[in-house]
């Protein structure tokens, strides 16, 4: 074994190769269906795309010791809100596959504010990335704290009892909301004479 | 890779923060990207989910590599140790990411429900659901 591959193996964490590897499968699971929802002309393939990509990020929640988090985000957004989305496509088209091509200069215009937010958020990222890496908790072990869901229910009912309280009010607010709203309105003409 | 200080192959070096805003930067940029080019309002929609989620991610990373250890006395985050400005009642670590990402979660839910309520009603009064149809207040 020459001495290059003693040292990276002597040196291999097992844990953080794993932990990387995994980010890095997440990550492209989560760029190329990002990419799938914005290509995609067909709005049932950017819900089975956008489908990817949450399912993605819940990866990252795990990777994240977010586990609550994660299965928050694989039952309510996928599992939820996505399913409420495709009854949306299927009840506002005639046919599932109807699709609307963008304009040419639509797609220039958005290219061109999309480049150069990301170059902004790239700018920005690379000039204030270093001074947050010195800081020791960003460069830390694969093995971070652990966040117990009995902590999460802690501070959900305890600092967060107000915005939590809302949150339900919200819930009950949007559920008459919704109802009202897409409740079918007859229109004057198709009114029965009286 | 963007972000050059973080080699693929230097085994010692787990993943930090870095990568996560990247990533969350490029999922925020493809959700605004969605939201400009798409005529379909539900594609829209679609775009404001990429978005939350950007935001999201960069909730949940930022709580799990700088806000908790620096509470938890671990590190620190610029000139002094946040612990004293945020030592709460339970000793365990701050979850204020992720309490956050839950909260946006919940918003993304309801948000999506009225919308898609809004855009039916769209729906019946202009038999369509291309946005740019859409350009009188009463139908």
Redo the contacts between chains.
């Keep these: 074994m020459n001495p290059f591959a003693a040292q990276?193996f002597s040196?291999?964490?097992a844990?953080?190769?794993a932990?990387?590897g995994l980010?890095?499968l997440c990550?492209t699971i989560?760029?190329l269906a990002?990419?799938g929802?914005?290509a995609s002309r067909n709005?049932i393939h950017?819900?089975v795309s956008?489908l990817f990509?949450?399912l993605g990020?819940a990866g990252?929640?795990f990777?994240?010791?977010?586990e609550?988090?994660a299965a928050?985000?694989l039952v309510?957004?996928a599992g939820?809100?996505l399913i409420?989305?495709i009854?949306?496509?299927m009840?506002?088209?005639k046919s599932p596959l109807s699709?609307?091509q963008?304009r040419r200069w639509?797609?220039i215009?958005?290219?061109v504010?999309?480049g150069v937010?990301?170059v902004g958020?790239?700018l920005a990222?690379?000039s204030s990335?270093?001074e947050?890496?010195r800081?020791?908790?960003?460069?830390?072990?694969?093995t971070?704290?652990?966040?117990?869901v009995?902590?999460?229910g802690?501070?959900?009912l305890?600092?967060?009892l107000l915005?939590f309280e809302l949150?339900s009010v919200?819930?009950l607010v949007?559920?008459i909301?919704?109802?009202?709203?897409?409740k079918?309105?007859r229109r004057v003409e198709d009114a029965p004479p009286a | 890779m963007l972000l050059a200080p973080i080699p693929i192959l230097a085994i010692p070096e787990a993943i930090g923060l870095g990568p996560y805003l990247a990533l969350a930067a490029v999922l925020f940029v493809s959700g605004l990207l969605t939201m400009m080019v798409k005529r379909n309002a539900i594609g829209i929609l679609m775009g404001v989910e990429l978005v939350l989620n950007a935001a999201n991610v960069n909730l949940v990373a930022c709580n799990h590599f700088v806000w908790s250890r620096a509470v938890m006395g671990v590190g620190t985050v610029g000139e002094g140790t946040l612990g004293e400005a945020a030592s709460g009642a339970n000793a365990g670590p701050r979850l204020d990411g992720q309490i956050f990402a839950l909260f946006v979660i919940v918003l993304a839910a309801s948000e999506a429900a009225v919308a898609l309520a809004i855009f039916l009603n769209y729906y019946n009064n202009f038999s369509t659901i291309d946005v740019e149809r859409g350009s009188q207040l009463k139908g």
Excluded: H
């Design positions: 990276f040196e291999l964490d844990t953080a190769l932990q990387k980010f890095y990550a989560c760029l990002a990419a929802v914005v709005v950017m819900a956008l990509t949450l990020v990252l929640y990777l994240l010791n977010a609550f988090l928050v985000q309510i957004y939820g809100t409420l989305i009854f949306g496509v009840l506002t088209s699709q609307f963008p639509e797609v215009v958005g290219g504010t999309a937010l990301l958020i790239w990222l690379k990335l270093p947050l890496m800081t020791p908790g960003v460069t830390a072990p694969a971070g704290p652990q966040y117990p009995r902590d999460l802690q501070a959900l305890g600092d967060y915005p949150a919200l819930l949007v559920m909301g919704a109802a009202y709203l897409a079918g309105r």
